[in-house]
């Protein structure tokens, strides 16, 4: 698999009114996107951080991965996930993976945020860390 760089770091915060003000006003970040994708129930806000993003994402459910992940943490967000960009393919990179028996949350690609196709690599195959693979946006261009 030839990943290329981390795409971004997955934060879960209860509130995108709330953490905006923080990334933008303490650390001098400027939110470049707000989307929401409603079939993973989430709501999320891009920022760069030098060649990375940081995506904060906010649950749009109870039922909602984030918004577990936040019930799971005292109500408190945290690191969520972690995303690399693969060159050859989501697709083609869950093949590899699979065949060497690392278990997938997703079976096939799928749209993510910004319209990149995405797929989930599950943590009990990854020592512990959700693992998004991440359509290369030079690639998408």
């Not at 933008?24 to 400027?30: A, D, P, V, W, Y």
């Not at 989307?35 to 989430?42: C, G, H, L, N, Y």
């Not at 945020?113 to 195959?125: C, D, T, V, Y």
Request: aromatic letters at 6%.
């Amino acid at each position: 698999m030839d990943i290329s760089h981390i795409e971004h770091i997955g934060i879960a915060v209860p509130s995108l009114d709330e953490a905006i003000p923080f990334y933008e006003n303490i650390l001098g970040f400027k939110c470049f996107a707000i989307e929401e994708v409603p079939d993973q129930k989430v709501r999320t806000a891009f920022f760069k951080v030098g060649q990375t993003k940081l995506e904060l994402l906010e649950g749009t459910a109870e039922d909602s991965a984030i918004s577990k992940f936040i019930a799971n943490n005292g109500g408190r967000g945290g690191i969520q996930h972690i995303a690399f960009a693969v060159e050859s393919g989501v697709a083609e990179a869950l093949e590899e993976v699979q065949s060497k028996d690392c278990r997938v949350i997703d079976k096939a690609p799928r749209k993510g945020a910004e319209g990149l196709n995405i797929a989930f690599l599950h943590p009990k195959s990854t020592v512990g860390t959700l693992i998004e693979l991440c359509e290369d946006p030079k690639k998408k261009a």
